[in-house]
């Protein structure tokens, strides 16, 4: 079929609204690709256009390849999503030896160990060369990571636990995961142009460049193409593979999207309740019925239950949105990391299926919450400086909720979250529906909140 002329325009538009380079895009409906093709380009050098087949890192979309590995292990008896972690890694430890214990791959794969971001892949990212070259290497030094909050209490992103999940995945299966994620996914699904090693994006022929502009940080590597900064992503990022270390094409997440659609005969070899099981909150939102699942965030649209993940790496942005009751998906990737795909991709969704949530992706998400609508007074504990791994963040009362000034956690420029008070010490994002919540210590005061898996310290 192919896109519509609102489907260009809606790309095309957005592009050329948030000055990024190129995208790459694919529809699926009916278990069908009914549109995919590439907008702008994906090499500004060389003018070299992005296409359905071109290659980005999809970033953090790989999490649900590694809750998809975790259930088909758990379906043949291998893996016990509640049994400690400890039982098939021995040597895992953190720095607190009683919560360590209390470490399972259910929690790791719904983000509330406790654990969030312990700065183990900042490292991995940011130094020329991996501090950490094995993922057995890498579980070793989380005996020093401390926890931001009680084992089960918060919700905050952790990469360091999806990664320990991915080196269980390949000690209980005996294969490592690079074989395993190739022989009972990729495989299968049909998904020729993927890879699970980060130097075949680099090396491949038909593959974008990771783009930014005035200011990269670490991440410059010193090379422009025109005006946009080339940024510089580490060749070595297998330690990482199962949080975000697969490299693929539109083409193939689509094809990826059917399978995880398809509940009756699906090539994942899942059945429809583990598939089910993923796609559902594990851990809520506070009482809006959204929340994440296994390896993927969960909305809802009136009473249709919307899944998906993003993924962002410097220079990268990406999307998966799918509607499984319908079987419907948007994939996008962009080659600007400060540029969200996630509102692409709503904009597409609404044109295949109807409106999602709302007429345009500057309004506000329209979750609810029965949660009593806070006054300042109330929102006065939560008000003031928090110091994270990037600066200064200012939270200040605002209608309903708290505003959060912050400088970006990766390259782009500071941003400003609205967000809607949705439980106690629970907040969520107006415009991505992302959860924040406040952590007390013993005494009862508020001492951290928790974005994106960093914790940010009260000055």
Same mark, same amino acid.
């Given at each position: ?39 702008? !380009? /994906?090499? &500004?050098?060389? $003018?070299?256009?992005? @296409?359905?087949?071109?290659?980005? +890192? ?5 999490? #649900? ?106 000690? !209980? /299966?005996? &294969?490592?995961? $690079?074989?395993?994620? @190739?022989?009972?996914?990729?495989? +299968? ?5 993927? #890879? ?109 239950? &919307? ?153």
């Amino acid at each position: 079929m192919g896109f519509t002329p609102e489907q260009e325009s809606i790309v095309n538009d957005f592009i050329g609204e948030h000055d990024i380079p190129g995208a790459a895009v694919a529809i699926v409906h009916g278990s069908e690709i009914i549109a995919e093709g590439g907008f702008g !380009v /994906a090499d &500004v050098s060389k $003018e070299a256009p992005a @296409t359905e087949h071109t290659i980005w +890192p999809i970033c953090s979309i790989t999490k #649900s390849f590694t809750g998809v590995s975790a259930m088909q292990l758990v379906e043949s008896g291998k893996l016990r999503l509640d049994e400690p972690v400890q039982t098939y890694l021995p040597g895992f430890r953190l720095k607190d030896e009683a919560a360590s214990r209390l470490m399972t791959t259910r929690l790791f794969l719904r983000h509330n160990s406790g654990l969030g971001r312990t700065g183990h892949q900042d490292r991995a990212r940011e130094e020329a060369v991996n501090p950490y070259p094995t993922r057995k290497s890498l579980i070793a030094a989380l005996d020093s990571a401390e926890l931001q909050s009680a084992p089960g209490e918060a919700f905050s992103y952790c990469n360091e636990g999806f990664a320990t999940v991915g080196h269980t995945i390949e000690t !209980v /299966a005996g &294969v490592p995961l $690079e074989e395993y994620f @190739t022989k009972n996914i990729l495989d +299968p699904v049909g998904m020729s142009d993927t #890879s699970i090693d980060f130097m075949d994006w680099k090396n491949g022929a038909d593959r974008t460049y990771a783009y930014s502009r005035d200011d990269a940080g670490a991440f410059d590597s010193g090379e422009r193409h025109g005006d946009y900064i080339v940024v510089r992503l580490n060749d070595d990022y297998q330690t990482f593979l199962s949080t975000g270390g697969i490299v693929s094409s539109v083409h193939d997440l689509a094809l990826y999207q059917i399978a995880s659609m398809a509940y009756e005969d699906s090539p994942l070899g899942l059945t429809a309740g583990s598939l089910d099981h993923m796609q559902s909150v594990q851990f809520p939102f506070g009482d809006t019925g959204w929340g994440y699942g296994l390896g993927y965030w969960v909305f809802w649209s009136g009473s249709t239950r &919307v899944v998906g993940h993003s993924g962002g790496l410097p220079g990268i942005s990406t999307y998966s949105m799918m509607i499984p009751s319908e079987k419907t998906g948007v994939v996008v990737f962009t080659n600007r990391g400060d540029r969200k795909a996630f509102f692409l991709a709503e904009e597409l969704m609404n044109t295949v299926r109807g409106q999602v949530w709302r007429d345009s992706t500057s309004e506000p998400l329209p979750y609810e919450t029965r949660y009593p609508t806070p006054s300042a007074d109330d929102l006065a504990e939560y008000t003031g400086s928090y110091e994270f791994r990037a600066g200064t963040a200012d939270v200040e009362a605002g209608e309903g909720g708290v505003v959060i000034k912050t400088p970006s956690r990766l390259d782009g420029p500071p941003v400003s979250i609205t967000t809607t008070q949705v439980g106690p010490d629970s907040f969520m994002s107006k415009d991505q529906g992302m959860s924040i919540p406040f952590v007390r210590d013993e005494s009862g005061r508020v001492v951290r909140f928790l974005n994106g898996g960093y914790a940010y310290e009260r000055v």
